[in-house]
């Protein structure tokens, strides 16, 4: 079946995860069915459906008309010949125990058409296993959505040992169809992608306690701070639910050994039922103030021990050809948030000291889940590292958190940060220092155009996680600030155009950087504000002096003091933005080559004047005056002047 053949899909299960994936689905454009065992948990999954979509158009994301066709396309339906008897892709979300799932893929079998394509959304069992019990395991694949399905960008789709090509070509396109991003897992293995680096860590971190070699709050300050990971481990634990990583855990036990033998703390929480946030009680108590994680108490043996483990887990997976290692970066990234993948973050750590942890490890406690991966062995030994060893051949500059291009004589720098909402990190600004440099430098270039990826955020901000890392130390924040107003300032500086395209959130630093650009292009549902007084903090990235000069000292305070998040009509309102368009990335982009073909040195004069009577209106008007008489003697200028006077385009050259 080809992806232009789906047009009903069918949901079982109308809990968390199948209303999620139903309003996804519909979402796109699918009819679709949502089936569970009774009239009480469809009806639940429905209104469930019908209050998300009802906040998407509150906020926006959504017209309300899109969102009642939407509901429209959904119907809720208890009898199972009735749920998959047309469908052409039957996506299964039911509890997961293996002895369930079987049971409704026997019922499906029944009554769905021969030619349906059946997914299971399963985060660790085997795919294969459930495949077999269907007379169609070509047809049947893993199509594993993250929690909750409408935010959540990653969608794992897994190939079982039986499952055909044309089958997980189809539903890598459906994923994309429905806006997420498919990885492969060429493999069927526990746990897959995510959740084989995600649970040992968990694990892990367990571990660490259980030996007494640390405390739940020095982990969790290493974890949420250190390494930037969204949340501490314990953090997370109770997030999921610690009886939910405890049973993956058993599977993965029971499937691949003792490497993934369960921790007794956990086996304990789940005994006592403190399972976490859900209970009220878990690693912290949700009843006496949840997870306060310290920023200081990170400590470096605890974070070199818990990269060797997701190293090694990254091993693994290659070894088994899974995944390669840039597509577990990026499964890892979207599904967990992490800020750089875990083969990214052990190759930058240096693969030789982790296995060295290792090895240490397994000679102190003999447990299997440090025995070294031969290939990761020979990784460290050869210094080649995840991703190779580097090219020093190649000139090309590499971006890890910019996506950098010249399309025509536009340069885009496009932050690449999706997972993380764009937040700008030190490393992303040292980047984008270089970024504006290297296009400046070049001759082509003649306007910059700033875009953010993905569709949920231009940029959200500063990631204040990673920079409140070892209790934010004022000097290391105080050259912070330095680098962003800097940085940034390289744009206002630069002798090309700038134009920001900005769709979804602006906020923070992300607003900052939309500042220095000259023009600004927003979307109708984008948001924006400087948010930093919430925090206690203010703009320290020039926010506090540059916006002045685009909408007045009076807003500038407004939107400063307040904190508040602003529309984009608003925004338009005050004179922060230019326009306000259904397509931002499309019109910025149009916008940006219409600068372009603009006079280069007459724009770049422009630029320098108004630059230079900021502060000192006289000195703009000096250097107006000087730029004013250089360009009499320009070639550009003979040029507009023969293309006005014959009515045509002009075609400016810079000389």
């Given amino acids: ?129 459930l495949s077999e019990v269907c007379d169609r395991p070509e047809q049947f694949c893993g199509m594993h959505f993250f929690n909750p399905p409408v935010r959540m960008q990653l969608v794992e789709v897994i190939s079982g040992a039986h499952t055909a090509d044309e089958t997980l070509d189809t539903i890598e396109s459906l994923a994309e169809a429905m806006g997420k991003t498919p990885v492969r897992v060429r493999k069927d293995s526990p746990g897959f992608i995510v959740n084989r680096v995600l649970v040992p860590l968990m694990n892990e971190a367990a571990w660490i306690v259980q030996a007494d070699d640390a405390t739940i709050e020095e982990v969790d300050s290493t974890t949420k701070f250190d390494i930037g990971l969204p949340m501490g481990s314990f953090e997370l634990a109770d997030q999921v639910g610690i009886d939910v990583g405890y049973h993956v855990l058993e599977y993965m036990h029971q499937e691949l050994g003792d490497a993934y033998q369960p921790c007794p703390l956990l086996a304990e929480k789940v ?56 597509d577990i970066d990026r499964a890892v990234k979207l599904g967990a948030g992490f800020p750089d993948g875990p083969a990214k973050m052990a190759d930058d750590y240096g693969l030789a000291a982790l296995v060295e942890a290792l090895d240490e490890l397994y000679e102190e406690t003999g447990a299997e889940r440090y025995v070294v991966e031969s290939s990761l062995r020979e990784l460290a030994e050869s210094d080649a590292g995840f991703y190779g060893p580097a090219d020093e051949s190649d000139d090309e500059t590499s971006y890890e958190t910019l996506g950098v291009e010249v399309d025509g004589r536009v340069g885009h720098i496009e932050l690449q940060r999706p997972h993380r909402m764009n937040t700008i990190s030190s490393e992303l600004l040292e980047e984008l220092g270089t970024a504006i440099d290297e296009l400046e430098a070049e001759d082509d270039v003649r306007a910059i155009l700033l875009t953010g ?203």
């Avoid at 070199?304 to 290692?325: C, F, I, S, T, W």
């Avoid at 395209?501 to 023009?519: F, K, R, S, V």
């Fill in 1 to 129: 079946m080809d992806i232009d053949d789906v047009e009903q899909i069918a949901v079982l299960g109308a809990g968390n995860m199948g209303h999620g994936i139903a309003e996804v689905a519909t979402l796109a454009g699918y009819e679709v069915s949502m089936r569970d065992i009774n009239e009480e948990f469809v009806q639940n999954g429905y209104e469930q459906v019908e209050w998300s979509l009802d906040k998407l158009a509150e906020k926006d994301q959504i017209t309300q008309g899109e969102a009642d066709a939407a509901l429209d396309r959904l119907v809720p339906v208890v009898d199972l010949e009735v749920a998959v008897g047309d469908a052409d892709v039957v996506i299964e979300a039911v509890p997961e125990k293996m002895d369930i799932k079987k049971e409704v893929y026997r019922e499906v079998e029944e009554y769905a058409p021969e030619e349906a394509i059946f997914a299971t959304n399963t985060s660790s069992l085997s795919v294969t296993e």
């Fill in 453 to 655: 990826a993905g569709e949920r955020a231009f940029s959200a901000g500063a990631d204040v996680q990673s920079m409140a890392a070892g209790g934010a130390n004022p000097l290391d924040a105080v050259e912070l600030s330095k680098l962003g107003q800097e940085t940034f300032g390289k744009l206002e500086e630069a002798d090309a155009p700038v134009v920001a395209g900005i769709d979804g959130y602006c906020l923070g630093g992300g607003m900052e950087l939309a500042t220095c650009a000259d023009m600004r292009v927003a979307g109708r549902s984008a948001e924006l504000g400087q948010p930093e007084h919430n925090l206690g903090l203010l703009p320290g990235w020039g926010g506090t002096q540059r916006l002045r000069h685009i909408v007045g000292e009076g807003r500038a305070k407004e939107i400063i003091f307040t904190a508040e998040r602003y529309d984009a009509e608003r925004m338009a309102e005050y004179g922060f933005l230019n326009e306000v368009v259904e397509e931002p990335t499309e019109r910025a982009w149009e916008l940006a080559r219409d600068l372009a073909a603009g006079p280069p040195v007459a724009q770049r004069f422009t630029k320098r004047a108004m630059l230079a009577g900021r502060g000192d209106t006289d000195a703009g008007l000096e250097v107006e005056s000087q730029a004013f008489g250089h360009l009499m003697n320009t070639d550009d200028l003979m040029e507009g002047v023969t293309a006005f006077m014959g009515d045509e385009e002009p075609e400016f050259e810079g000389k």
């Fill in 271 to 326: 005994e006592k039922d403190e399972l976490g946030r859900k209970t009220g009680r878990g690693f912290y108590d949700y009843e006496n103030g949840g997870a306060q994680i310290p920023t200081d108490k990170g400590r470096e043996d605890i974070q070199k021990r818990l990269l060797a483990l997701m190293a090694n887990e990254v091993a693994g997976l290659v070894a088994e050809d899974v995944a390669d290692p840039a």
